[in-house]
């Protein structure tokens, strides 16, 4: 159980395959939206825990090192994404659409930095 584990948290530590698992969670959430629209908001919402939980842990780790402008961009998207979800959490408003596309502008963020 343990190497299953390992094994997991390596593959998600490159970047994309992230964003791939968050946008294949949140492809879940749509399908399940389609049967129960209660349920689905929740499933939507949890799609982007792993991606909470690996960023968190990437700026916890490299806390001392200094940052460049990317990852700077990367966390302020981290704080407004995880704002929103709390916000979609607790309905104060019901933007999914706004979390697609701070999903879609981190992505850019990591193409735009190995293409450098």
């Known amino acids: 159980m343990r190497r299953v ?3 997991i948290a390596y593959w998600l530590c490159h970047d994309k395959k ?3 698992l968050t946008a294949i969670l949140v492809v879940l959430g749509g399908l399940v939206r389609i049967v129960h629209f209660g349920v689905s908001v929740w ?3 949890i799609a982007f825990v792993p991606y909470f939980v690996m960023r968190a842990l990437f700026y916890y780790k490299n806390r001392k090192r200094p940052w460049t402008p ?3 961009h990367r966390c302020i998207v981290l704080a407004v994404l995880f704002t929103v979800v709390a916000l979609n959490c607790f309905t104060a408003y019901r933007v999914e659409f706004v979390m697609l596309i ?3 502008i981190d992505y850019l963020f990591v193409v735009g930095k190995n293409a450098d």
Request: cysteine-free; charged content about 15%; proline content about 0%.
């Open 5 to 7: 584990i390992t094994l």
């Open 18 to 20: 992230l964003l791939y």
């Open 43 to 45: 499933v939507f919402n």
């Open 70 to 72: 990317a990852e700077r």
């Open 102 to 104: 701070l999903l879609m």
